[in-house]
């Protein structure tokens, strides 16, 4: 490999494009709705929160669902007519008019598609016709979910009673935050039962550089306070003016951000007389240096961006019944540490470690907090990325699959499956270099320190061959010679292959103190995938595929002397693919199949059926090698290993309707209970290879349940794990890093991306 290139520091610079995407599945899915639901609730192009917010959900259980789940949007109005709305709309409330309300109902209940109505509540949205809404909820027969946005303390008696015959019209609550609940129960005595939180969602980020935004938006050198939402004087921007002359005396650079055009029903009322005390204000105090208004509504990507580049983010609503709110969950998800007034939302989601509470109007206090945050960087560091995994729970897809499960257990019908995304290596783009593909990555961003192993770049080429092999896209062809050229360049003289390598290709300490079996092992089985496309790539890598032979056969005196199983399943994966392009390997194939058929004959016993005394990682791979040692030498004894082998360690991973992978907190001994695996430690990469298993032994044994396997092992990455979260991110096309005891690992590394793309590709027949 040439070593100017490997020591450039342009290395993180893009060099290809793939937009493709796959769509032709190996088992098809039903496209007809297992589900139908219909959402109640303003929508764009209306423009107000809850607008926003119904349409978050559907696109996310649009992106979660897909063909699953039919969604039917009803839009609330206050007028006659309905051209504002996409024509696919086919429901409206008039808010304003009575008999819309009994319309409405008798159209959904002769709708037979129509299985449950959620209904996205305001109290200001129904306070034209309230009784005609309770009404409407009697007549309605279907399933009725209610959505509070709003539950207010201490109400008084013709309130509380209404909003009790609010609850007893419906099959079930959902509120956002456990104040809300505990007010239901508490004060509106509602059962508990009866009530399900699921917290305001939140929208994935790519994770932007901040000083690079910074200068997007011309604010480079400017420390960034910044409140965003449709303006009013509940929002009391009032209260951060009066605390900004205080501080820019000190940080001259400050500049505060007022993000978000004046809430319509303002304007209709008022007009602009709010932003114009504020403005009068602003010259009054001197600040106008200070200050900027951003006197629109904000594109969701510009938006998310101005959020990203903030310093310390500031919600200073007046209103101690506000519920809940949209604009502070979104600053959370965004890394903002955040200082706020002590709505219940903010009480219980902003703990001292992400933030701080003041007293509603406080403007010296919160001048005060501004500063202890704007004097300590790593302080206010710390801040945002506590509220950035704290948050990580609520982002739409995660909130989709909560509703999801929720809709499921108030329907008659067949439960809801997921869908699969598209294929697309966005993020092994991003992650690769003109070198190889970099092992880590800090939440979404390559760590360039982190190097580069010979591990991940198998697994790379691997993938990158099965997408070329699938699609023939010439652009990934640039990634496969870089895969390849990184692999050859960890070839010793003796053959055998070193494994870690630093940002600037020089091979590490760290090769001297491991094991590297199995990542040789590793590299011969991407080799054999490199060159079993032999009669497909293009005559240009000529070449570099009779340099892959040459490395594949130098290594090849080494394989008498490995014992590692997966070092040994791994070569046997390599020579089964390169076997397609020649002959007499039998023997070979024999010799290393023979290793492991007699470490499984010397573990095994009537309880235990396996090649070692635990299980570890990647266990699947070995009795994958052993049916395709049969394939290739149809030795009976080799699949009778493979199908008990696999069959007894499915008997461990499959339990109760979930995928449960062995832990790396702790390996699985023989003798353990299943009931005593340790929770957390799961990573992508043993639902690949279990995944990939799974194909191999449903070609062999197709009347077994082998593909529902796939497809319930593959739901672990789309939320259906013991976490109910994704770990694949819709956003970025990577993977996250795994499972943890109570959390999503967030970073994204090659690994677990790579892992994530073998999976999804398992499910694909070649476009050829």
Known sequence: ?????????????????????????????????????????????????????????????????????????????????TQEYPKDIHYFLNTASASSFKQLAQQINHDDTIDIVMIQHEFGLFSKNKTT????????????????????????????????????????????????????????????????????????????????????????????????????????????????????????????????????????????????????????????????????FLPLNELLEYLQLTDVYLFTSKDPSQAVSGTFSYAMSCGCPIISTPIP????????????IFEFGDSEKLAEYIEVLLKDPEYRKALGLNCLHASASSSWENIALIHGKLFEKFS?????????????????????????????????EPELKSGYTLDDNARALIAACKYYELTNEKTVLDSIEIYVSFILHCQRHDGSFLNYVDENGKFTPQNDTVNLEDANGRALWSLGCFINLKKILPKKFRYLLERAEESFNEFSEHIPHYNSPRALAFIIKGL?????????????????????????KHESDDNWQWYESYFTYGNSVLPQSMLLAYEMTDIQEFKNIALNSFNFLLGHLFRKGKFNIISNKTWFKYGDSVHDLPLGGQQPVDVAYTLLALKTFHRHFPEKDYDKKMELSFSWFLGNNYLNQTVYNHLTKGCHDGIETININLNQGAESTISYLLARMAFEAPMR
């Open 1 to 81: 490999m040439d070593k100017s290139i490997m020591t450039s520091k342009d290395k993180l610079k893009k060099r290809f494009k793939i937009k493709k995407k796959i769509s032709s599945p190996l088992f098809p899915s039903n496209k007809k709705a297992n589900l139908s639901v219909m959402l109640i609730t303003t929508f764009p192009p209306r423009e107000c929160g809850i607008a926003t917010y119904s349409k978050d959900l559907a696109e996310g259980l649009k992106r979660m669902y897909g063909h699953s789940m039919h969604l039917e949007i009803c839009p609330l109005t206050n007028f006659e007519g």
């Open 133 to 296: 809404f309770l009404e409407f909820l009697s007549l309605l027969k279907k399933t009725k979910i209610l959505q509070f946005h709003t539950v207010l303390p201490q109400p008084e008696n013709d309130f509380c009673s209404y909003v009790q015959r609010i609850i007893a019209q419906v099959d079930h609550v959902v509120v956002m935050t456990d104040s809300s609940k505990n007010l239901l129960t508490n004060e509106y005595h509602a059962k508990p039962d009866h009530i399900s939180i699921i917290n305001h969602g939140t929208h994935l980020i790519p994770h932007n550089d901040k000083i690079q935004l910074k200068k997007k938006y011309n604010l480079v050198d400017k420390t960034v306070l910044s409140t965003f939402g449709l303006l009013g004087p509940g929002k009391s921007i009032e209260t951060t003016l009066d605390a900004l002359p205080s501080l820019t005396k000190k940080y001259p650079d400050l500049i505060f951000l007022i993000l978000g055009k004046t809430h319509p029903s303002l304007i209709e009322g008022e007009g602009e007389k709010y932003r114009e005390f504020l403005i009068k204000k602003v010259n009054d105090l001197n600040i106008t240096n200070n200050v900027k208004f951003i006197n629109k």
């Open 345 to 356: 939302h903010a009480l219980e989601f902003l703990s001292e470690n992400k933030g701080k």
């Open 412 to 444: 008659k019908k067949s439960k809801l499956n997921f869908m699969k995304p598209p294929i697309e290596l966005d993020h092994l783009e991003r992650l690769t270099t003109s070198m190889g593909v970099i092992q880590f990555s800090n939440l979404n």
């Open 576 to 600: 089964y693919k390169k076997s397609s392009n020649e002959c007499n390997i039998s023997n070979e194939v024999t010799s290393i199949a023979q290793k492991l058929a007699n470490m499984y």
